[in-house]
């Protein structure tokens, strides 16, 4: 689900007509599954600090897409991370590579369509 009052703000903001945003949106396409599997790399080496960066990072890049559930879980999973919770942080990390995939084919089509 994709917030989309976030993409009308920053369309606005930049005084877009969608090649911008069209690019921000490949960016995410592009970096969050990289960093979904960063997160993956650092949980099965307990990294915590890795997987923290790589929590963070996906929190923050979903928020300003709108991708509002994604940001959530990408949180709770940086907590996670804080807390050195092995099995929480397996279990959130499963959660969040959904929403991602979720985010990702809902601004495929804001993008396209």
Same mark, same amino acid.
């Given at each position: 689900?994709? =917030? ?5 703000? @920053?369309?606005?903001? !930049? /005084? &877009? &007509? %969608?090649?911008?945003? %069209?690019q921000l949106i490949g960016l995410y396409?592009? =970096?969050?599954?990289? @960093?979904? &599997? =960063? ?9 915590? &600090?890795? @997987? ?5 990072? @996906?929190? /923050?890049? $979903?928020? /300003?897409?709108?991708?509002?559930? *994604?940001?959530?879980? *990408? ?8 807390d050195g919770n092995l099995?929480? $942080? ?11 995939? =979720? *985010?990702?084919?809902? !601004?495929?089509?804001?993008?396209? %369509?």
């Amino acid at each position: 689900m994709i =917030d989309e009052q976030v993409i009308a703000v @920053l369309r606005a903001s !930049l /005084s &877009d &007509d %969608g090649t911008i945003i %069209g690019q921000l949106i490949g960016l995410y396409t592009s =970096d969050s599954p990289q @960093l979904v &599997d =960063d997160a993956a790399a650092a949980i099965e080496r307990q990294d915590w &600090d890795t @997987l923290k960066r790589s929590a963070h990072s @996906l929190k /923050s890049t $979903s928020a /300003s897409m709108g991708a509002t559930t *994604a940001s959530a879980v *990408a949180r709770e999973l940086e907590q996670f991370a804080k807390d050195g919770n092995l099995e929480q $942080s397996v279990a959130t990390l499963a959660r969040l590579k959904i929403e991602v995939n =979720d *985010a990702i084919a809902a !601004l495929a089509k804001i993008k396209f %369509g």
